[in-house]
């Protein structure tokens, strides 16, 4: 599960109001090396994608998301400046493409229920009790 996925999942169980956030407990995490090192139109591709992401992005979970996979290095808040700058652009890509929980677990903030993370892939199977 890549960090851009985690940024925007909710629990959406009828005992969580509107969707609270979940919180990663990771076990096993894998960050991916960038394909377009060398590839100038692969980094201008990349750069375009995180300025256009940037803004939907909840900045505060995206830090929280990945301190939790072992990642200190996101700012605690992104200023003008740096979204405009093509090398924190490329790095913010990196964060959200390239790394990836693969073991863990996901725990909703509000509730406490607990989704499953295995081989990268989230189990948000409900019981029928958590139904609306």
């Not at 929280?64 to 979204?83: H, K």
């Not at 959200?96 to 499953?116: A, H, K, Q, W």
């Amino acid at each position: 599960m890549r960090l851009l996925t985690h940024n925007v999942m909710r629990n959406n169980t009828a005992a969580a109001s509107a969707g609270s956030s979940l919180r990663i407990t990771a076990t096993e995490v894998r960050v991916d090396e960038s394909t377009t090192d060398d590839d100038a139109e692969g980094q201008r591709r990349e750069v375009e994608f995180a300025k256009h992401t940037l803004p939907i992005l909840d900045w505060e979970r995206l830090v929280e998301g990945a301190r939790a996979m072992g990642l200190e290095t996101l700012p605690p808040a992104v200023s003008p400046e740096l979204a405009n700058d093509a090398g924190f652009l490329r790095a913010l890509y990196g964060v959200l493409m390239n790394v990836r929980l693969i073991n863990g677990m996901l725990t909703c903030s509000e509730t406490g229920r607990e989704f499953p993370v295995t081989d990268g892939i989230v189990n948000f199977m409900l019981e029928e009790n958590e139904c609306e």
